[in-house]
T-cell receptor, first 117, second 115 residues
Framework: GNSVTQMEGPVTLSEEAFLTINCTYT??????LFWYVQYPGEGLQLLLK?????DKGSNKGFEATYRKETTSFHLEKGSVQVSDSAVYFC????????????????FGSGTQLTVLP | DTGVSQDPRHKITKRGQNVTFRCDPI?????LYWYRQTLGQGPEFLTY????????KSRLLSDRFSAERPKGSFSTLEIQRTEQGDSAMYLC?????????????FGQGTRLTVV
């Protein structure tokens, strides 16, 4: 079945530091890949996505590139801010997989990021 | 439209009681999903509706759980005879048919605590 493995946290960085959160996946078909963010007390928000190999998703200074050869979708940001403190989830959907996998998102376990001023 | 709305935000119940949660999706979205998120874990898929039809159910959805989406609008998730293991955040998401999961929007969730 499909699965997502992401770097365990928590991750603590100083403001303006470089961020990388690793994410690798296993899928039977050709998945779409996502990063979601969950701020304290709030629901999940889509941060960025990529739907095919070599696509780069970007939003709010965050970037991730869909690497089929390494089955990875690592999240990066060049200079983090205190306001980026949140839990980040990598996820996939597999639109060309079995009917079940096409209709659901499979999430990693999340990475807690804390940015200190 | 302010997005996906869930009610209540928090629910505390005694073991053995029944609870019901409501989700109002974004009005033009015909796909609706329920997920469960336990502490320190990512969300896990429970069930999926397209309009009023429930098309997919996870094995996590035991026979104590039932979900409905009458008339393809709002949805309810009921848990009967709650157990302490049901304590979790229950998330609802919706998406338009055309984009499917590439444009899924989540609500803020209902946090259930079973005591």
């Amino acid at each position: 079945g499909n699965s997502v493995t992401q770097m365990e946290g928590p991750v603590t960085l100083s403001e303006e530091a470089f961020l990388t959160i690793n994410c690798t996946y296993t899928a039977t078909g050709y998945p779409s890949l996502f990063w979601y963010v969950q701020y304290p007390g709030e629901g999940l928000q889509l941060l960025l996505k990529a739907t095919k190999a070599d696509d780069k998703g970007s939003n709010k200074g965050f970037e991730a590139t869909y690497r089929k050869e390494t089955t990875s979708f690592h999240l990066e940001k060049g200079s983090v801010q205190v306001s980026d403190s949140a839990v980040y989830f990598c996820a996939l959907s597999d639109p060309f997989g079995t009917s079940g996998s096409a209709r659901q998102l499979t999430f990693g376990s999340g990475t807690q990021l804390t940015v200190l001023p | 439209d302010t997005g996906v709305s869930q009610d209540p935000r928090h629910k505390i119940t005694k073991r053995g009681q029944n609870v019901t949660f409501r989700c109002d999706p974004i009005s033009e979205h015909n796909r609706l999903y329920w997920y469960r998120q336990t502490l320190g874990q990512g969300p896990e898929f429970l069930t999926y509706f397209q309009n009023e039809a429930q098309l997919e159910k996870s094995r996590l959805l035991s026979d104590r759980f039932s979900a409905e989406r009458p008339k393809g609008s709002f949805s309810t998730l009921e848990i009967q005879r709650t157990e302490q293991g049901d304590s979790a955040m229950y998330l609802c998401a919706s998406s338009p048919k055309v984009t499917g999961l590439t444009e899924a929007f989540f609500g803020q969730g209902t946090r259930l605590t079973v005591v």
